[in-house]
């Protein structure tokens, strides 16, 4: 498998966790108490941090995050705090440097939750609750005493500060397969995990901030997932000043039907704001007129149809204007009548021009992804939920659950880049690598942004960058753009697509040179 670029900051799984943690303790010397104490630390002063005054609730596993939560209580209580313990297993169950905490602790030992509802008082007391039940080895849906736990700690209605993970959530993945913490904020050590950034672990973690817990420099870390960074800018093409409106890249969009020409449109302008030199937009001839009245720099090009949508007796036409061009935005518009699908199909599986296949394309390749595997030039698919459970036959509800597994799948599948979109977009390439978005924008949950991003990805690809590297920048400045677009419009709530469109620019400009 190949590496993580250095503009993915990486995110290790459970079991890289274990290995950087082993490597520490046996190759470095770092006595495992010591990594211990100063992960409690940090999460004290975090959890300090949140809530300055009133009773903290510490809730305690038997294993090593539950030490953790007894060194966090210890240092609370010698600060002055009023801290309680609860734990869900028997006292003697707890092992190793978990043990030598709790002995560490002297008074006040922990009490025992056994059944629901128990110590109900101490959790509606509590100005803060400390989550220190499950650690990043979790995998599962948690049961008994430690379920019931999760249900109160929900319940209690103030502030929680999760150690390393939420509990129930899966590190590696973000999969929630039962009930799980919900935490306003969630000290993790020594690096972000992938269930943090990636949903429905991500909703669950609130604000993730990474602490140094003393692993030394150097720690072995071969990670398969990673964070994009704003370093993925660097990789943005730069026209120069003998650049062309070709050499700066011509984008094909073949697209629209009657009643669905915004997309097509909003592709064309993405594209072209994003540094493509040159567009050409294929639509089906009744229709091409809209273009033209709104976009007076995109050329056009008439296509063959049938009551307003286009046919497969099109295809020609668009691999004859895609001779010239570097890259084809495929689907944006193009609606679901029998003709259009065999459109995007054949043309699909004829082109040979990096493509970025979207919307109603994606449709129409449902349950089909091997036909797209087949492809000559590069390929990114840019699916939804709902448009990846169509290509994979499943539901939308089961690509939520299990997002890492499902894009892998269908990456694998497709031989393809796949962009599966959301606050967390997923872009998994065929050798497994995936590049998470830190999201945070949520002026892009508007109709017309996925043909926005549909276009900057294909402008990327025109320029000749990697699939991969042009989808991960493409999602990245998309992302900027949205923010920006929010913070001019004065809310989230005002956004509209062209206005994240506008704003490319000036993302590019201002979040790349930082």
């Given at each position: 498998m190949r590496t993580l670029p250095d503009w993915c900051e990486p995110l290790p799984d459970a079991e890289t966790m274990r290995q950087i943690d082993r490597w520490s303790i046996e190759r470095r010397g770092v006595a495992s108490l010591e990594l211990m104490e100063r992960a409690g630390?940090?999460?004290?002063?975090?959890?300090?941090?949140?809530?300055?005054?009133?009773a903290v609730l510490v809730i305690i596993g038997k294993g090593n995050n539950g030490g953790d939560?007894?060194?966090?209580?210890?240092?609370?209580?010698?600060?002055?705090r009023q801290v309680r313990l609860v734990a869900t297993a028997p006292l003697d169950e707890i092992s190793g440097d978990a043990a030598v905490n709790l002995e560490r602790l002297g008074g006040g030992r922990p009490l025992v939750l056994t059944a629901a509802g128990e110590h109900a008082a101490e959790f509606e007391r509590a100005a803060l609750i400390i989550d220190a039940?499950?650690?990043?080895?979790?995998?599962?849906?948690?049961?008994?005493?430690?379920?019931?736990?999760?249900?109160?700690?929900?319940q209690a209605g103030c502030p929680v500060v999760s150690a390393?993970?939420?509990?129930g959530v899966d590190a590696s993945t973000g999969v929630v397969a039962g009930n799980a913490v919900r935490a306003h904020a969630t000290v993790t050590f020594?690096?972000?995990?992938?269930?943090?950034?990636?949903?429905?672990?991500?909703?669950?973690?609130?604000?993730?901030?990474?602490?140094?817990?003393?692993?030394?420099?150097?720690?072995?870390?071969?990670?398969?997932?990673?964070?994009?960074?704003?370093?993925?800018?660097?990789?943005l093409p730069v026209r120069d000043a003998h650049a062309t409106k070709f050499t700066s890249g011509h984008v094909v969009v073949a697209g629209g039907s009657r009643g669905l020409m915004g997309?097509?449109?909003?592709?064309?302008?993405?594209?072209?704001?994003?540094?493509?030199?040159?567009?050409?937009?294929?639509?089906p001839g009744s229709q091409a007129h809209v273009i033209d009245v709104q976009l007076m720099e995109v050329m056009t090009r008439a296509l063959d149809e049938r009551d307003g949508a286009v046919t497969i007796e099109a295809v020609p036409v668009v691999l004859d204007a895609l001779e010239r061009a570097g890259a084809l935005a495929l689907g944006p518009g193009l609606g679901r009548s029998d003709g259009a699908f065999a459109f995007a199909r054949g043309l699909a599986r004829r082109s040979r021009a990096p493509a970025v296949i979207d919307a109603d394309a994606l449709n129409a390749h449902a349950a089909l992804l091997d036909d797209l595997a087949q492809r000559g030039?590069?390929?990114?698919?840019?699916p939804h939920a709902g448009e990846l459970a169509r290509l994979l036959e499943l539901t939308s509800e089961q690509v939520e659950r299990e997002r890492v597994e499902h894009v892998r799948r269908a990456s694998r599948s497709a031989n393809a880049v796949v962009v599966l979109k959301g606050d967390d977009t997923l872009?998994?390439?065929?050798?497994g690598r995936i590049a998470v978005s830190a999201g945070a924008s949520p002026g892009l949950a508007t109709a017309g942004s996925g043909d926005a991003l549909t276009g900057v990805i294909a402008a990327l690809l025109a320029k000749s960058l990697d699939a991969f590297t042009a989808a991960c920048a493409g999602v990245w400045l998309h992302a900027a753009a949205g923010r920006r677009a929010a913070a001019a419009c004065g809310t989230a709530e005002g956004v509209i697509a062209s206005d994240v469109v506008a704003q490319l620019p000036a993302a590019r400009a201002g979040e790349g040179s930082r």
């Open positions: 630390l940090e999460l004290a002063r975090v959890a300090a941090s949140v809530v300055r005054d009133g939560g007894l060194v966090a209580a210890r240092i609370l209580r010698d600060e002055g039940l499950l650690g990043t080895g979790f995998q599962g849906e948690p049961r008994g005493a430690v379920a019931h736990a999760i249900d109160q700690i929900n390393d993970v939420p509990s020594h690096a972000a995990k992938p269930g943090l950034w990636v949903n429905p672990g991500k909703s669950h973690a609130g604000k993730v901030q990474v602490v140094d817990i003393g692993i030394p420099r150097g720690a072995p870390l071969q990670a398969d997932i990673g964070l994009i960074t704003s370093r993925v800018a660097e990789r997309a097509p449109a909003i592709t064309s302008l993405a594209a072209m704001r994003a540094g493509a030199g040159y567009v050409t937009a294929c639509v030039g590069d390929t990114v698919l840019t872009i998994a390439d065929p050798e």
